[in-house]
């Protein structure tokens, strides 16, 4: 059973780094042809996909976000890592983790975890 | 970069009836196009991906149609637990999302 679940700050200031972990389960990050994406949504508002990583280590980001993202992976620890910089009360968002395939379809979702950023 | 537009915002329809959701792309996208339903408090669930196929465990109420620009989600006869948000999506891109709501 493939599962995936989102660890992270619930709180962050302003300016601040944002770092989340994506645990998978059930699951190689060294799978062909398949990967970890982030996508969030603001309270109330639309899906928006941030980035994604597979297994070959081929990396893609959000153009409107690529200069403060940064996603990794640790296949040892099955965790896909996320940073984002300089956090501001507009990231403020469920932030989830996805398995997704090489067409960049979201397979198998994580349950998502609230980040609010705020002084 | 592509968008995603999906119409309508809201469609309100009773249980039974048949659901027809949009989605058009700015620019053809091929037949690479998902369908992801939301329940509130819930992460969303892959429907559907290259336009027709309905992922594993899907019920048969569901088909997607289209390729292209322009894509159609339709629910054959509306069962209780449809009535949620519904997104299209095409790699980078999500469209805005179409509310199906109990007239």
């Known amino acids: 059973q493939v599962t995936l679940k989102e660890s992270g700050p619930v709180l962050v200031k302003p300016t601040e780094t944002l770092t989340l972990t994506c645990t998978v389960s059930?699951?190689?990050?060294?799978?062909?042809?398949?990967?970890v994406s982030w996508i969030r949504q603001p309270p109330g508002k639309a899906l928006e996909w941030l980035a994604h990583?597979?297994?070959?280590?081929?990396?893609s980001y959000s153009t409107s976000l690529k200069s403060r993202l940064t996603i990794s992976k640790d296949t040892s620890k099955s965790q896909v890592v996320l940073t984002m910089t300089n956090m501001d009360p507009v990231d403020t968002a469920t932030y989830y983790c996805?398995?997704?395939?090489?067409?960049?379809?979201?397979?198998?979702w994580g349950q998502g975890t609230l980040v609010t950023v705020s002084s | 970069e592509i968008v995603l537009t999906q119409s309508p915002a809201t469609l309100s329809l009773s249980p039974g009836e048949r659901a027809t959701l949009s989605c058009r792309a700015s620019?053809?996208?091929?037949?690479?196009l998902a369908w992801y339903q939301q329940k509130p408090g819930q992460a969303p669930r892959l429907l559907i991906y290259?336009?027709?196929n309905r992922a594993t465990g899907i019920p048969a109420r569901f088909s997607g149609s289209g390729s292209g620009t322009d894509f159609t989600l339709t629910i054959s006869s509306l069962e209780p637990e449809d009535f949620a948000v519904y997104y299209c999506?095409?790699?980078?891109?999500f469209g805005q999302g179409t509310k199906l709501e109990i007239k």
């Open positions: 999506q095409q790699r980078e891109t």
């Open positions: 290259d336009a027709s």
């Open positions: 620019q053809s996208v091929s037949s690479y």
């Open positions: 059930g699951f190689s990050l060294s799978n062909a042809r398949m990967g």
């Open positions: 996805a398995r997704t395939d090489y067409g960049g379809n979201q397979r198998s």
């Open positions: 990583i597979f297994s070959n280590d081929e990396k």
